[in-house]
Nanobody
């Protein structure tokens, strides 16, 4: 069964760091573009970051550039999101997603076939 399981969320204070992990049970994990999206209460799900299957191309939402870093370990079938200098507005459920994108837009939710259940990140001021 194809599955993505996120972990690492929690309650932190503004300025703190968190590292999210996503474990993937994908037979050909290394062929997937992996991404993180988030959804804050009352808001639409939004793109955070993506990393290509070869790990050589990363994409970030403008508001996350410089604070968040996406990485992956194809030997462990895992993708990570290092989040630094967290702000209260980063509070959201963070979702891992996988896709065989090709030339499709990595920031578009509709291009992802596989989703995890999400992990809650709460940043207090």
């Amino acid at each position: 069964q194809v599955q993505l399981v996120e972990s690492g969320g929690g309650l932190v204070q503004a300025g703190d760091s968190l590292r999210l992990s996503c474990a993937a049970s994908l037979r050909t994990f290394s062929s997937y573009t992996m991404s993180w999206f988030r959804q804050a209460p009352g808001k639409e799900r939004e793109f955070v970051a993506a990393i290509s299957w070869r790990r050589d191309i990363t994409y970030y939402a403008d508001s996350m550039k410089g604070r968040f870093t996406i990485s992956r370990d194809n030997t462990k079938n895992a993708v990570y999101l290092q989040m630094n200098s967290l702000k209260p507005e980063d509070t959201a459920v963070y979702y891992c997603a996988a896709s065989v994108l090709g030339d499709k837009d990595p920031s578009s939710m509709g291009n992802y076939e596989i989703w995890g259940q999400g992990t809650q990140v709460t940043v207090s001021s």
